[in-house]
């Protein structure tokens, strides 16, 4: 997008002196305004300005973020100037500079360098729609010197689309905490694979585990993405860079049998078995499976099915609403059991259809972390540690040697429906993943009979085979 960076006083002192371009929309015998000024809150809690305005070629809109709102107004009036047409915009910026002296920095003399930095960040202008593409902007550019990483990952956290408030939040976290104070003051050009991995090194220095160093890297990866798209740059320096692999010595997941499960199931609370048993028969996520109600339910279908369209999410401020599932794919329809059915029957009879099929004692929302530490956790502690009706330890009861997560449900369910031969593709729509590399990654180790299938497959091709005897020496 051409660079829309000038004075305010130079552009009012050129268009002042040629009135015809203050008139908007002219020769066109429209009144109506070429450009729009929108305010709207970052998740950080900083406020951004987009100027939108259309394409007089194709009727698309296009739009252009800007931090400071003087700077964002100086944008849209030479937009009206140039009648919705960028580089005519960018050419009048260009001009009004020139007769300003020199006025052509966007901070008010005195201002710090700090702001200045502010400034440039804010006048990218990065198109949000599918306007005809403008050539893009050199490396050296003016406008892009005193980008830096912190700028562009910001840029890129506000131009994403399909994801959540939460989500959004995360990312800004994720700059604010890790990208911003290791990296986020190097100009986004000067970025290379060795300033990619120091700053994975960094980050395994403040203890971060290697998951939640891929997800900082993936923010910083994608960021570079679109620093490219934007011609900010000419490549991606963080791919092939390696990340640090899980220390962990055991499975991050735990799996229950069927008898591990029993046990652990007749120690939740009798209000709550309903709900346990749903999450291990279906492999829902419990932030789904907390936000079905009984209209969701299709118990006159053969099997009888539950549809998943939606599940608890959180905002910006942490705050719960329901909105849909986690991806595409977990939108989806989950066949049930008539063991599962014959126990939900009381429930949706019980139910109207629009309310919450599984809720606390109250009637109200389940959270998940109220449910981990009011039910999950004492039902753990008496299946792994049973005592007699006088309080004291039971060392010939049944125990459970495991202390599964909630979310182990969901991997138990997957182990079960392996272990019964289901395909990995029937798996991953039942589960919801997007893509079948999650599935497989996640549960292959758990097929013993195909990894058994595999070795007499090999075994069968190299039957017959023999090794000719060594040389003799």
């Known amino acids: 997008m051409p660079d829309l960076r000038v004075h305010p006083v130079a552009v009012l002192i050129l268009l002042t002196r040629t009135p015809i371009l203050l008139t908007r929309n002219a020769g066109r015998g429209d009144s109506r305004p070429v450009a729009s000024l929108r305010e709207r809150r970052r998740a950080d809690g900083s406020t951004a300005y987009a100027v939108l305005w259309r394409d ?117 976290r994720y700059l604010n905490h890790h990208i911003g104070p290791l990296l986020g003051a190097q100009p986004v050009t000067a970025v290379g694979y060795r300033e990619v991995a120091g700053f994975i090194r960094g980050l395994l220095a403040k203890g971060l585990s290697p998951k939640t160093i891929a997800n900082i890297h993936g923010l910083l990866s994608a960021s570079m993405t ?10 991606n320096p963080c791919v092939g860079a390696s990340l640090p692999k899980s220390q962990l010595t055991h499975d991050e997941m735990t799996v229950l049998t069927r008898d591990e499960f029993a046990l652990l199931l007749s120690k939740v609370a009798p209000f709550y078995q309903p709900l346990v048993l749903t999450l291990v028969a279906t492999g829902l996520r419990f932030g789904e499976a907390t936000a079905l109600t009984p209209a969701d339910v299709d118990v006159t279908a053969r099997p009888a099915t539950i549809r998943v369209t939606k599940a608890w999410k959180r905002d910006e401020d942490s705050r719960y609403y329901v909105g849909p599932p986690k991806t595409r794919r977990a939108r989806r329809t989950v066949s049930l059991p008539d063991e599962l059915v014959d126990v939900l029957l009381p429930l949706l009879a019980a139910k109207r259809p629009d309310e919450l099929l599984f809720t606390n004692t109250a009637g109200q929302w389940l959270s998940s972390s109220r449910f981990w530490t009011s039910t999950w956790t004492p ?67 758990l097929m013993p009979d195909q990894q058994k299938a595999a070795a007499d497959a090999a075994a069968r091709a190299l039957s017959g085979l023999t090794l000719a005897p060594p040389a003799a020496r």
């Open 226 to 235: 679109t620093a490219v798209k934007l011609g900010y740059r000419g490549d």
């Open 379 to 445: 039902a753990l502690d008496a299946a792994c540690h049973p005592v007699r009706p006088d309080g004291t330890p039971d060392p010939d009861a049944p125990r459970l040697t495991k202390r599964p997560r909630v979310h182990d449900l969901r991997h138990t369910h997957a182990s079960w429906m392996l272990a019964a031969g289901t395909d990995l593709f029937v798996l991953q729509r039942r589960l919801g993943h997007e893509s079948i590399t999650t599935t497989t990654e996640t549960y292959a180790h």
């Open 56 to 172: 007089p070629r194709t009727g698309r809109q296009s739009s252009m973020t800007y931090s400071s709102r003087n700077e964002a107004r100086v944008a849209m009036e030479l937009l009206e100037a140039a009648h919705g047409q960028p580089k005519e915009a960018a050419r009048i910026a260009a001009s009004a500079s020139s007769h300003n002296d020199g006025a052509g920095a966007l901070s008010a003399p005195g201002s710090t360098n700090r702001s200045q930095s502010s400034a440039q960040r804010s006048t990218h202008g990065s198109p949000t729609s599918t306007s005809a593409p403008e050539p893009p902007l050199s490396p050296s550019a003016p406008s892009l010197r005193g980008s830096t990483v912190a700028m562009v990952v910001r840029e890129h956290i506000d131009l994403l689309t399909g994801i959540g408030p939460n989500a959004r939040a995360s990312y800004g």
